[in-house]
Nanobody, 124 residues
Framework: QLQLVESGGGLVQPGGSLRLSCAAS????????IGWFRQAPGKEREGVSC????????NYADSVKGRFTISRDNAKNTVYLQMNSLKPEDTAIYYC?????????????????WGQGTQVTVSS
């Protein structure tokens, strides 16, 4: 059974950076597409970014395009989300999720495995 654990969240000032990690156990990530999602208080969960199993294809929500970068290191069974130029509206709990296929369309939450989330707070 694939298990995902997010880390790297925290408190950062506007304009700052964080790198989130999504570490897998119980199975190799080699065959899974990974998505990053976030949910702010009182708001619906939002797809942020996704990456194909090979890492060759990526997709981003318009709200983070040019600021966030998703990547993966299958040898380390880990996927990353580098977040730069952070804004207060990026404040949310960030989740990673896995499924067996990549879809280049809108980042919907039809994923099979989910982590517990890591809190990101952007505030001065």
């Amino acid at each position: 059974q694939l298990q995902l654990v997010e880390s790297g969240g925290g408190l950062v000032q506007p304009g700052g950076s964080l790198r989130l990690s999504c570490a897998a156990s119980g199975s190799t990530l080699d065959y899974y597409a990974i998505g990053w999602f976030r949910q702010a208080p009182g708001k619906e969960r939002e797809g942020v970014s996704c990456i194909s199993s090979s890492g060759r294809s990526t997709n981003y929500a318009d709200s983070v395009k040019g600021r966030f970068t998703i990547s993966r290191d299958n040898a380390k069974n880990t996927v990353y989300l580098q977040m730069n130029s952070l804004k207060p509206e990026d404040t949310a709990i960030y989740y990673c999720a896995a499924r067996g296929y990549y879809n280049p369309g809108p980042i919907t939450d039809t994923y099979d495995y989910w982590g517990q989330g890591t809190q990101v707070t952007v505030s001065s």
